[in-house]
Antibody, heavy 123, light 110 residues
């Protein structure tokens, strides 16, 4: 059974940083891309970032809204994917979902999702 | 990329069919066969219902079907049931390794 468990959310001041983590299990982690999708309170879904499957590292992709601000990474030895979020702004307030890509390195669809972790940017 | 356009709401009575549209451009929906649909119940994570325009994952009832014509994709829910009441989001590949979601449609089962 595929399981994705996010952690690391919380309250952070504007301009601050936060690192989200996602622990994955139930599939061959190296073989699949992983992504982060966010949802602001009461709003729709927004793709944030993806990282390809990889033997080491992976190719990374970002939405224009977070490029240069967020960094996605993965540790295949731990079946973990991370999202380093810097220079946070109020508009980054959202529930952040970790999602499994259906493919190794193709932006297509997400076949499994975690339960999400809430990030609140406020003073 | 701009969000794909979905109607904010849709409704139908139990047993009826309802179709939700998702309109984009030739740079996203119309340009690629990578349209997916997600169901989200309140307070829950999204769930994949349709991938690659019209492919239904294992476990998704065959009451859910989808198609695409030009720049518009559509999700049809047949034989509506109470548990189908949820928010539905379309998503499309938009080129250059970008993905774009629709604004979401709240489906109400009357």
């Amino acid at each position: 059974e595929v399981q994705l468990l996010e952690s690391g959310g919380g309250l952070v001041q504007p301009g601050g940083s936060l690192r989200l983590s996602c622990s994955a299990s139930g599939f061959t982690f190296d073989n699949y891309g992983m992504s982060w999708v966010r949802q602001a309170p009461g709003k729709g879904l927004e793709w944030v970032s993806s990282i390809s499957g990889s033997d080491s590292g992976g190719d990374t992709y970002y939405a224009a809204s977070v490029r240069g601000q967020f960094i996605i990474s993965r540790d295949n030895s731990k079946n973990m994917v991370y999202l380093q979020m810097n220079s946070l702004r109020a508009e980054d307030t959202a529930t952040y979902y970790c999602a499994k890509d259906a493919y190794y390195n193709r932006r297509s669809h997400f076949d499994y999702w975690g339960q999400g972790t809430l990030v609140t940017v406020s003073s | 990329q701009s969000a794909l356009t979905q109607p904010p709401s849709a409704s139908g009575s139990p047993g009826q069919s309802v179709t939700i549209s998702c309109t984009g451009t030739s740079s996203d929906v119309g340009g690629y066969n990578y349209v997916s649909w997600y169901q989200q119940h309140p307070g829950k994570a999204p769930k994949l219902m349709i991938s690659e325009v019209n492919k239904r994952p294992s476990g998704v009832p065959d009451r859910f079907s989808a198609s695409k014509s030009g720049n518009t994709a559509s999700l049809t829910v047949s034989a509506l049931q109470a548990e189908d009441e949820a928010d539905y989001y379309c998503c499309s590949y938009a080129g250059s390794n970008n993905l774009v979601f629709g604004g979401g449609t709240k489906l109400t089962v009357l």
